[in-house]
């Protein structure tokens, strides 16, 4: 396997395509290219250094079957990377990041309305929620075009959590039972 450096702009739009838990980098571009394992490929030579470059390939636009959001979510409350967090910020991070995988649109709503009296609790990047607090710790939420403080405590990360789900319409039981595993 080969390393490649990108910018922080490029890497955050290619996670923000992220379609499941655990999918790769690689994995997420061959979707976006539509480039199969053991497709031939042309080799293009420039300045002496060789590169493949994916054949052209006709798109052809498929109908993905619907997700089922409270299976992923119980899925992730089962899952080992979940059960391996130690830390609420990790597993509230984890939530969040699936959250956004489900229904970006919807996230966005959720999360725009979503503030303190005095502060931002979601924002497109690090500097908008250090303008409004200092301290707030900001982490980029993987997967994602969004950034989160996260110097609140566990009960703030659960109403968070409990209003952004309360938007996307799932049923009060899973939103307490995902809420009471951070």
Known sequence: MKTIEVDEELYRYIA????????????????MLNFKSGQPVQVAKEFGNEQ?????VETKKTSAAPQNPVRIVRELLLSDAYAEKNKAIDRFMLILSTLYSLDSVV??????????R??????GDEQTLLAAG????????????????????TNRKRSMVEAIMQEMQFP???????????
């Open 16 to 31: 923000s395509h992220t379609q499941h838990i655990g999918e790769s980098a690689s994995d997420i571009l061959r979707r």
């Open 52 to 56: 493949q470059l994916p054949q052209a």
């Open 107 to 116: 996230f966005a709503n959720a999360t725009e309305a979503m503030h303190g």
């Open 118 to 123: 005095t502060r931002v609790y979601f924002a």
């Open 134 to 153: 200092r301290q707030s710790k900001p982490r980029h939420i993987p997967g994602t075009p969004y950034w989160v403080i996260t110097n609140t405590n």
């Open 172 to 182: 009060a039981n899973v939103i307490e039972k995902v809420c009471h595993t951070i």
